[in-house]
């Protein structure tokens, strides 16, 4: 679905965001991308969308390389929720901006009504439909991102740092509809510092640093390696560090409390 | 211990809302101590920092009543430019409040609107500079630095008013997680070096619970859990508000329950699995 090779791309200034970046993700597949501030994570995303273009190597999308397709062809394939919802949001109402996109691809007005209803009502944004997204709080203008790419439906969901703004119950349901995606066939990119939201998700982890990516696995094998983390400025998930400091433990780490207690509770039997 | 902030049945409606942000909150919080504010998205933890930096009313109107003290004066009728001194507000984004050429000038930009005398400017922007160990960056364009250096610039700029209350709204959102751990062991050594009062607003508390004293939290516009984050925590209530029970604290509140880890205070992981290693044993 998505392949990089060998992608490296120097900024005008000379800075080297991404060096020699080779990643390939499944259609179907969820993964999280993790490092500290300045790794080149969102500048490896801008490259899935075509906003940005490789210096060298190439970025194939669907097999189709980012460099000979416009953006806009690419953002019927790659939705994205940017880091700053302040960026995408500007129609005057709430349902304006969801059903903005989807006019531009061509929907039909009944599946436009549709798709926008069918949005506000799994981010709980309804009450909003006809206010401006501008009285809106920061974590329900993030929703609000969400809901507009999910509504017209694209093939890889992109979501840069979402939980950004967003209460425990919110990041839950975020969880929820990360897994509905996945179990759709949608590949879902996840751009995140909440370590503690990626770890339920399970996801496969690349941790990047300064441009490069220092590792790539599944989660238990990734989170697991304290040291790679912390010269990457990334921290364990909280299940792994107690999971690590138990000196008799089972095969792999908690993914959950309610896990860590079965297990514990068997031990006292 | 006095009071630096008291709010008094505070409530506000913004003009054309159909409710009010704020419903009739009271709070005492007392010098030196550090807050956090929690509370599902959008139940009005914004509009109650901007009641206490005094954007509300100052630049917000609507309905108003109540009364918001800071270090003894009400901030309604106090000036802008008094409660710039007194209260420190540092965006979630950091790149809402650094715009200079250099590192130095945005640090001092506060207090040159002030107008406070040069060597009295020179002093108090080393100082902060030095507090924040950003001494390497003094002569950096703002906008070429990490996230996290930017944070570190604007909290330098805060600091440099020399505020008693220190506002912070979601600081660790955008930094990496060790970052973010570091940004949290600074406002443990602010409070403990200069006395800062800290108000921080923050939806990840595995981060906030080893510095905070208190956890408050909001719904629709009142307080509904005022306690330590022990009791707020360990209480039944914490999770129909959207408060982040981090993972470690939910498994010893499981534990706790059958007698199998302490329940009178919040154990680290590594606390955690030594309990359950010697009950186990």
Same mark, same amino acid.
């Given at each position: 679905?998505?392949?990089?090779?060998?992608?490296?791309?120097?900024?005008?200034?000379?800075?080297?965001?991404?060096?020699?970046?080779?990643?390939?993700?499944?259609?179907?597949?969820?993964?999280?991308? +993790? /490092?500290?501030?300045?790794?080149? &994570?969102?500048? @490896? !995303?801008?490259?899935?969308?075509? *906003?940005?273009?490789?210096?060298?190597?190439?970025?194939?999308?669907?097999?189709?390389?980012?460099?000979?397709?416009?953006?806009?062809?690419?953002?019927?394939?790659?939705?994205?929720?940017?880091?700053?919802?302040?960026?995408?949001?500007?129609?005057?109402?709430?349902?304006?901006?969801?059903?903005?996109?989807?006019?531009?691809?061509?929907?039909?007005?009944?599946?436009?009504?549709?798709?926008?209803?069918?949005?506000?009502?799994?981010?709980?944004?309804?009450?909003?439909?006809?206010?401006?997204?501008?009285?809106?709080?920061?974590?329900?203008?993030?929703?609000?991102?969400?809901?507009?790419?999910?509504?017209?439906?694209?093939?890889?969901?992109?979501?840069?740092?979402?939980? +950004? /703004?967003?209460?425990?119950?919110? &990041?839950?349901? @975020? !969880?929820?509809?990360?897994?509905? *995606?996945?179990?759709?066939?949608?590949?879902?990119?996840?751009?995140?510092?909440?370590?503690?939201?990626?770890?339920?998700?399970?996801?496969?982890?690349?941790?990047?640093?300064?441009?490069?990516?220092?590792?790539?696995?599944?989660?238990?094998?990734?989170?697991?390696?304290?040291?790679?983390?912390?010269?990457?400025?990334?921290?364990?998930?909280?299940?792994?560090?107690?999971?690590?400091?138990?000196?008799?433990?089972?095969?792999?780490?908690?993914?959950?409390?309610?896990?860590?207690?079965?297990?514990?509770?068997?031990?006292?039997? | 211990?006095?009071?630096?902030?008291?709010?008094?049945?505070?409530?506000?409606?913004?003009?054309?809302?159909?409710?009010?942000?704020?419903?009739?909150?009271?709070?005492?919080?007392?010098?030196?101590?550090?807050?956090?504010?929690?509370?599902?998205?959008?139940?009005?933890?914004?509009?109650?920092?901007?009641?206490?930096?005094?954007?509300?009313?100052?630049?917000?109107?609507?309905?108003?009543?109540?009364?918001?003290?800071?270090?003894?004066?009400?901030?309604?009728?106090?000036?802008?430019?008094?409660?710039?001194?007194?209260?420190?507000?540092?965006?979630?984004?950091?790149?809402?409040?650094?715009?200079?050429?250099?590192?130095?000038?945005?640090?001092?930009?506060?207090?040159?609107?002030?107008?406070?005398?040069?060597?009295?400017?020179?002093?108090?922007?080393?100082?902060?500079?030095?507090?924040?160990?950003?001494?390497?960056?003094?002569?950096?364009?703002?906008?070429?630095?990490?996230?996290?250096?930017?944070?570190?610039?604007?909290?330098?700029?805060?600091?440099?008013?020399?505020?008693?209350?220190?506002?912070?709204?979601?600081?660790?959102?955008?930094?990496?997680?060790?970052?973010?751990?570091?940004?949290?062991?600074?406002?443990?050594?602010?409070?403990?070096?200069?006395?800062?009062?800290?108000?921080?607003?923050?939806?990840?508390?595995?981060?906030?619970?080893?510095?905070?004293?208190?956890?408050?939290?909001?719904?629709?516009?009142?307080?509904?859990?005022?306690?330590?984050?022990?009791?707020?925590?360990?209480?039944?209530?914490?999770?129909?508000?959207?408060?982040?029970?981090?993972?470690?604290?939910?498994?010893?509140?499981?534990?706790?329950?059958?007698?199998?880890?302490?329940?009178?205070?919040?154990?680290?992981?590594?606390?955690?699995?030594?309990?359950?290693?010697?009950?186990?044993?």
């Amino acid at each position: 679905m998505i392949e990089f090779s060998d992608v490296t791309f120097v900024h005008d200034n000379g800075v080297k965001a991404l060096d020699g970046i080779t990643l390939k993700v499944d259609a179907g597949e969820t993964v999280a991308i +993790v /490092g500290e501030n300045g790794a080149g &994570k969102t500048t @490896l !995303v801008k490259h899935v969308t075509g *906003l940005l273009k490789p210096t060298s190597g190439t970025v194939l999308v669907d097999e189709v390389d980012t460099r000979t397709t416009s953006t806009a062809t690419l953002s019927r394939k790659v939705g994205v929720a940017f880091q700053n919802p302040d960026h995408q949001l500007f129609s005057e109402s709430v349902e304006e901006e969801m059903a903005f996109a989807l006019r531009n691809f061509g929907f039909p007005p009944h599946l436009v009504e549709q798709r926008v209803s069918w949005g506000l009502q799994l981010f709980g944004l309804e009450e909003y439909r006809k206010s401006s997204p501008l009285v809106l709080s920061g974590g329900e203008k993030k929703r609000l991102t969400l809901a507009c790419i999910l509504a017209w439906d694209p093939g890889v969901v992109i979501l840069d740092e979402p939980t +950004v /703004g967003q209460d425990a119950i919110q &990041k839950e349901k @975020l !969880v929820g509809t990360i897994r509905m *995606l996945g179990s759709t066939g949608k590949t879902v990119i996840v751009v995140s510092h909440d370590i503690e939201f990626l770890w339920p998700l399970q996801p496969r982890v690349v941790v990047m640093k300064s441009g490069r990516i220092v590792a790539d696995g599944l989660a238990k094998e990734v989170m697991a390696k304290k040291e790679m983390l912390e010269s990457a400025r990334v921290a364990q998930p909280q299940l792994v560090s107690f999971y690590q400091a138990l000196a008799r433990r089972p095969g792999s780490p908690f993914v959950d409390a309610l896990e860590a207690r079965r297990w514990i509770e068997g031990g006292q039997q | 211990m006095v009071n630096l902030l008291e709010l008094d049945k505070l409530s506000f409606r913004y003009p054309d809302s159909p409710r009010k942000a704020v419903v009739d909150f009271d709070l005492a919080v007392s010098e030196g101590e550090v807050v956090v504010l929690a509370g599902p998205s959008g139940c009005g933890k914004s509009t109650l920092l901007r009641a206490i930096n005094g954007l509300i009313p100052h630049m917000y109107t609507g309905e108003y009543s109540g009364d918001v003290r800071v270090a003894g004066s009400s901030v309604r009728a106090s000036s802008m430019r008094d409660l710039a001194q007194t209260v420190g507000f540092l965006f979630q984004n950091p790149e809402n409040q650094i715009f200079m050429f250099t590192v130095e000038r945005d640090v001092a930009f506060g207090l040159e609107n002030l107008g406070v005398p040069r060597p009295e400017m020179r002093r108090r922007v080393d100082e902060a500079i030095d507090l924040l160990g950003i001494e390497n960056l003094s002569q950096r364009a703002p906008h070429e630095l990490s996230d996290g250096q930017k944070q570190r610039v604007a909290l330098a700029g805060v600091l440099a008013m020399r505020p008693r209350l220190i506002i912070l709204d979601e600081p660790t959102s955008l930094l990496d997680p060790k970052t973010a751990m570091e940004l949290v062991d600074l406002v443990a050594s602010l409070r403990k070096q200069l006395g800062t009062t800290f108000v921080v607003v923050e939806h990840r508390l595995d981060l906030l619970v080893k510095v905070a004293d208190r956890i408050v939290v909001m719904n629709a516009g009142a307080k509904v859990l005022d306690g330590t984050p022990r009791d707020v925590l360990f209480g039944e209530e914490a999770d129909g508000y959207g408060v982040s029970v981090p993972a470690v604290t939910r498994l010893q509140k499981m534990l706790a329950k059958d007698g199998l880890a302490p329940d009178d205070r919040l154990l680290s992981a590594a606390e955690l699995a030594s309990t359950v290693e010697r009950k186990g044993a």
